[in-house]
């Protein structure tokens, strides 16, 4: 198994600003994604962060707006840049061990933007 | 179109009674399905993860189906708790998907009176 941590756990943001989450693996994992869950919804995938290359984005989710890092294979960050009220969402790091397809998630990061 | 549903509709139960989700897909053709916990303001818990060539898991009080002819899979949770009470997310890995992207219903919403 994989355990996950990330920071910060939650943050209220002004408009316009950015927030960076990282996200913190104790293991070695092959492939690492960022997960948006906005209020009262299902999880939605935002990317797959690639160890030493640019992430790959989902359909409506763009690198300028949210800017992916993974510089090895335990740690990544995702960037909400110029945010909106839009993006108020609970954000989630999830992680896929190696020799295996079980994916396991963080606790996520609530973000509030006023 | 390609959709994966849950129950809408939360689901009540009294304490020692057996919980059954369920969860249909339609135009996948799934590798396999996980099944998640999630608590109010936290990230999903793995569950159990079932194969297409699998009938059945289980895992103490857990037990899962997948039926790829009916498109479903069933979660079932006997001798049911209070601390149950969650909201249960299924997800899958399409086939054709290759980098391990996962699908997720939107939750069913799980209530056990004591």
């Known amino acids: 198994s994989a355990v996950i941590s990330q920071k910060p756990s939650r943050d209220i943001c002004q408009r316009g600003t950015s927030l960076t989450i990282q996200c913190q693996v104790d293991?070695?994992?092959?492939?690492m994604f960022w997960y948006r869950q906005q209020p009262g919804q299902s999880l939605t995938l935002i990317a797959t962060?690639?160890?030493?290359?640019?992430?790959?984005?989902e359909s409506g989710f763009v690198i300028d707006k949210f800017p992916i890092s993974r510089p090895n294979l335990t740690f990544s960050t995702l960037t909400v840049s110029n945010m909106s009220p839009e993006d108020s969402s609970i954000y989630l790091c999830?992680?896929?061990?190696?020799?295996?397809?079980?994916?396991?998630f963080g606790p996520g990061t609530r973000l509030t933007v006023l | 179109s390609q959709k994966i549903e849950q129950n809408s509709e939360a689901l009540n139960i009294q304490e020692g009674k057996t919980a059954t989700l369920t969860c249909n897909y339609t135009?996948?053709?799934?590798?396999?399905l996980q099944w998640y916990r999630q608590d109010p303001g936290r990230g999903p818990v793995f569950l159990l993860l079932?194969?297409?060539?699998?009938k059945e898991k289980r895992k103490e009080r857990l037990k899962v189906t997948f039926d790829t002819t009916l498109k479903q899979s069933l979660f079932h949770i006997t001798a049911s708790q209070p601390a149950d009470s969650a909201t249960y997310l299924c997800?899958?890995?399409?086939?054709?998907?290759?980098?391990?992207?996962?699908?997720f219903g939107q939750g069913t919403e799980l209530s056990v009176k004591p």
């Open positions: 079932i194969r297409e060539n699998e």
């Open positions: 135009n996948y053709s799934p590798a396999y």
């Open positions: 997800a899958l890995d399409p086939l054709e998907n290759q980098g391990g992207k996962l699908i």
């Open positions: 293991s070695q994992v092959t492939m």
């Open positions: 999830s992680a896929r061990v190696g020799g295996t397809d079980t994916q396991y």
């Open positions: 962060a690639n160890q030493g290359s640019e992430a790959t984005y």
